[in-house]
């Protein structure tokens, strides 16, 4: 996430200055309006970069706790996942915090299988960051181990127990 902000940045400087290169090269001061937006806009993703903590999902014996730049920090007991699977993320999807507008909040560093969680009381999620609160019915998490995250809310069977 932190690569991809960094160069979302780096683009958007690029594209300001050139922006202020055309007005004062080509006498076209309107250009000035759009580049000083991109100027806030870079000043406040730096921001964002330099405080930025990465990503995670920690599982403990009673809470499933999530950290997603921006969009969630959240513990929610075990008992509010109701099943856990694994889901496919497609890069025509993209990367970042997304949402099909229907319960499912995807927050994804990138592609292939992800660990979904269908939640009983809905987690609020940032789909734009303080400005778009989302509640995410369904959760899906793009982790390095996607199986094994999902393996810890699988129901383990009973021993069968047999007497000799």
Avoid: K
Wanted: glycine share 6%; hydrophobic share 55%.
């Amino acid at each position: 996430m932190q690569a991809l902000l960094a160069g979302s940045t780096i683009l958007l400087a690029a594209g300001a200055a050139g922006m202020v290169w055309a007005a004062v090269t080509e006498d076209a001061w309107l250009m000035l309006a759009p580049a000083l937006l991109l100027v806030v806009t870079v000043a406040y993703l730096l921001r964002m970069l330099a405080r930025l903590p990465g990503a995670c999902a920690v599982v403990s014996e009673r809470e499933l706790y999530v950290r997603f730049p921006a969009a969630v920090d959240a513990a929610m007991p075990r008992t509010n996942v109701l099943s856990a699977t694994i889901a496919g993320h497609r890069w025509w999807q993209g990367l970042g915090i997304r949402s099909d507008l229907a319960g499912t909040v995807m927050l994804a560093t990138a592609t292939g299988n992800c660990a979904q969680f269908e939640l009983d009381e809905p987690l609020r999620v940032w789909v734009i960051p303080r400005i778009l609160p989302i509640r995410a019915r369904r959760l899906r998490l793009s982790v390095r181990d996607p199986e094994r995250l999902v393996a810890l809310f699988v129901p383990r069977a009973p021993a069968d127990h047999q007497e000799s």
